[in-house]
């Protein structure tokens, strides 16, 4: 089966950045549709930023203009940059990986922001 691990949480101040790794374990994201979600505490799973098998970029309004999704098909590995961090960006971040209609998520890193 495939795994996919985040990395890269942790705590950050308001208006710093953090940037967040998906990593595969098989080569899974040449022809895949990556996206990330993050979901708090008591909150509905959000959709954050998604990146298709072409490099097209697509991002919530809640995020644009300050995170930005990249991919490495060669690493096997997408990447979050997330700047100018908000208190309510803090939550759980999941990365997803849809191919072939089948999808793989993974465990999740955890971002905080606060003073």
């Known amino acids: 089966q495939v795994q996919l691990v985040e990395s890269g949480g942790g705590l950050a101040h308001p208006g710093g950045s953090l940037r967040l790794s998906c990593a595969a374990s098989?080569?899974?994201?040449?022809?895949?549709?990556l996206a990330w979600y993050r979901q708090a505490p008591g909150k509905q799973r959000e959709w954050v930023a998604g990146?298709?098998?072409?490099?097209?970029?697509l991002y919530a309004d809640s995020v644009k203009g300050r995170f930005t999704i990249s991919r490495d098909n060669a690493k096997n590995t997408m990447y979050l940059q997330m700047n100018s961090l908000r208190p309510e960006d803090t939550a759980d971040y999941h990365c997803k990986a849809r191919s072939s209609g089948v999808d793989f998520w993974g465990q999740g890193t955890q971002v905080t922001v606060s003073s």
């Open positions: 098989g080569t899974i994201f040449s022809s895949s549709y």
């Open positions: 990146i298709t098998s072409g490099g097209t970029t």
